[in-house]
Every structure is written in structure tokens, then in C-alpha cells.
């Protein structure tokens, strides 16, 4: 079910209000040829949240292991609580094979059975959820019954007007239609790519078309408040239920893109709790998304220069 609106579209945010905003989902090593990185999108989602100011949180499950202890210890590194990381010590830290072919182009093995696999329902994630305002979940970390199951709980347990984003990642085979339509039909805001977006649709019986026409169906199907589709470096379209705004990207020497578009969805998020206007949304996401790839990895150290023109693209404009 779809929950009202907590505040009137005209309501203000108090300049300094810190909103509590949850990464819920995988955290993962990337056994990268050159080493391990920590990642998974719920972390790198919260990393950045935490960059513009709000109480970011990531809640996950790792084993209790030698990489689990050192994702626990990376995860604080980042500025961020770990008390809502489940410790299993049944199941390793969940892994990502990271190999790269003759061409260049990476391989991913994303390795099954692992501590994200197994989240429980605590009560201590329930007591995260009535606090949240705002959860963003993905479709990986549904992968097992278990963790989905959980997932579920959460986003059942949060209260009216607490913000829901999904963030749509196909990633190997793990996603289906069920997943993909009982996830939009729990969250607020979808995100996903224009690759994304004509598989979704078939998946979900909205006929593919013009990418802004297949937008607007599957946001009136689910009823949400917003879809927005990132196009890489091509910028991203957003619609809205009384608006639409593209954005054509911010043009920046890529380093790598790994975390780009996770720093998206925060700078996104970030505006929307503060009623910003579709245009300024956009502008800032794009910034935020565009400046992580420029930088190496997806948790780079804060740049405040950047940081500040987030914070000020509230300046550039209206909603189309």
C-alpha cells in the first residue's frame, strides 16, 4: 500500500534538519586483480548520504569472519554506524569475483549463500525502521527468500510518509517479476538505467516505447511519486506525476563509474526530502553522480566544493 504524503508539498525543511536515511541490503567485498574493495550499493548509497549531512545508516548482514571484521572496520572508516550490521557466524562475508577479460571489460562472479543471504528480523532493525525517513533497497540483496522476507518486514514496518526508493540492479539472473512488481508496488521513488527500463517494462506488462512514455506507464501503474532513469554519462530523465525534467549529464574525465550511480540516488533522495524542484533534483543528483566518476572507487574522500554545490542546486531552476 501506498502511504500519504507526512507533509504538504509547500511545507519547509529547516536549513541544518538531518533526516535518518538507511542503505538496506548487501555489503560486500570486490575481489578486484589489484585487491578487495568494499562494496555493494546499500554502503555506497550511505556513504554519500552521510557527504551532504544526514544521519546515514547502512543495514546489512557479515559474517563472522576475517573480511567481516574488516568490512566492520572499513564501514566505520567511511563515518558510518555499524550497529545495524547482523553479525552471522554461520555464513562467510558475502564476495564478488571481479576478473577482467582480454578486451578489458570486467566479469562478476557475485558468490551465493553468504551472511547477506540470512538478514533477520531483529528487533533492532525494526526500531531502525519506525525511525527511518527514508529506506532505499535494491533487487539483489532479494535474492534469497530469507533476506527478501526481511526487506519486506522493513518496509512494511516504517511509518506513514516515510520515503521508500528502490533501486532497480539486475545483476546475473538474480531478479524476477515478482520481485521487480511487489518491490514497486512497496516504494515511492524507482530508479534504474535505460538498459534497465524496456526489460523492466516487459517484465512488469508495460509496453516499451519511447523511454519517456515507458516512464510515465510504469509510474502510473505503481503509482509513484517519482521514476527516475539514469542514461550514463548522458545525463537522466525524471517523471513526476505533474512534471518531467531531463538533465544532459555533467561532461568529467572518468576514473571508473563503480559508485556513480549510487551517489545519484543519495544527492536524489537528498533534494527530495527538502521539496526541491524536479530541475534542481536532477541537477544535483548529476553533479554528485558525475564527480564519483572522477573519482577512484565509489567512496571517495569528500570534496566540499562539491559538497557546497549540491547543497546550492536547490538555485538552478524549476520543474519543467
Given at each position: ?204 506488462g508495460v509496453a516499451a516505447g519511447e523511454r519517456a512514455t515507458t516512464a510515465r506507464a510504469l509510474l502510473k501503474k505503481y503509482r509513484l511519486k517519482l521514476l527516475c532513469v539514469t542514461c550514463g554519462g548522458q545525463g537522466s530523465l525524471l517523471v513526476a506525476p505533474d512534471g518531467t ?37 536532477n541537477a544535483a543528483a548529476n553533479r554528485l553522480g558525475s564527480w564519483v566518476a572522477s573519482q577512484v572507487g565509489a567512496t571517495p574522500p569528500a570534496d566540499p566544493a562539491v559538497i557546497l554545490g549540491i547543497h546550492n542546486s536547490q538555485e538552478e531552476g524549476t520543474a519543467a
Amino acid at each position: 500500500m501506498k502511504s500519504a504524503d507526512h507533509h504538504s508539498p509547500h511545507s519547509l525543511v529547516p536549513a541544518n534538519h538531518r533526516f535518518t536515511v538507511v542503505g538496506l541490503g548487501e555489503v560486500l567485498w570486490d575481489l578486484l586483480p589489484k585487491g578487495k574493495q568494499l562494496g555493494g550499493a546499500p554502503a555506497n548509497f550511505a556513504y554519500m548520504t552521510g557527504l551532504l549531512g544526514d544521519r546515514a545508516i547502512v543495514a546489512s548482514r557479515i559474517g563472522k569472519d576475517r573480511l567481516g571484521n574488516a568490512a566492520a572496520r572499513r564501514v566505520a572508516r567511511l563515518g558510518l554506524p555499524t550497529a545495524h550490521l547482523q553479525a552471522d557466524a554461520g555464513h562467510p562475508t558475502g564476495t564478488v569475483n571481479v576478473s577482467v577479460d582480454s578486451q578489458g571489460q570486467p566479469r562478476f562472479e557475485i558468490i551465493e549463500g553468504v551472511a547477506w543471504d540470512f538478514f533477520d528480523w531483529t528487533p533492532q532493525w525494526q526500531a531502525l525502521a519506525a525511525e527511518a525517513d527514508a529506506v532505499c533497497f535494491g533487487t539483489l540483496a532479494q535474492r534469497s527468500a530469507q533476506s527478501r522476507k526481511t526487506i519486506v518486514s522493513f518496509l512494511e514496518a516504517v511509518r506513514p510518509g516515510t520515503l521508500r526508493i528502490f533501486d532497480v540492479n539486475l545483476r546475473q539472473a538474480f531478479f524476477s517479476k515478482d520481485i521487480l512488481a511487489e518491490s514497486a508496488a512497496r516504494t515511492d521513488i524507482m530508479k534504474l538505467n535505460d538498459e534497465e527500463l524496456p526489460r523492466v517494462a516487459e517484465l512488469l506488462g508495460v509496453a516499451a516505447g519511447e523511454r519517456a512514455t515507458t516512464a510515465r506507464a510504469l509510474l502510473k501503474k505503481y503509482r509513484l511519486k517519482l521514476l527516475c532513469v539514469t542514461c550514463g554519462g548522458q545525463g537522466s530523465l525524471l517523471v513526476a506525476p505533474d512534471g518531467t525534467d531531463t538533465h544532459p549529464g555533467y561532461p568529467v574525465t572518468v576514473a571508473d563509474t563503480v559508485g556513480s550511480g549510487d551517489a545519484f540516488t543519495a544527492a536524489l533522495v537528498h533534494k527530495y526530502l527538502r521539496h526541491a524542484p524536479l530541475k534542481a533534483m536532477n541537477a544535483a543528483a548529476n553533479r554528485l553522480g558525475s564527480w564519483v566518476a572522477s573519482q577512484v572507487g565509489a567512496t571517495p574522500p569528500a570534496d566540499p566544493a562539491v559538497i557546497l554545490g549540491i547543497h546550492n542546486s536547490q538555485e538552478e531552476g524549476t520543474a519543467a
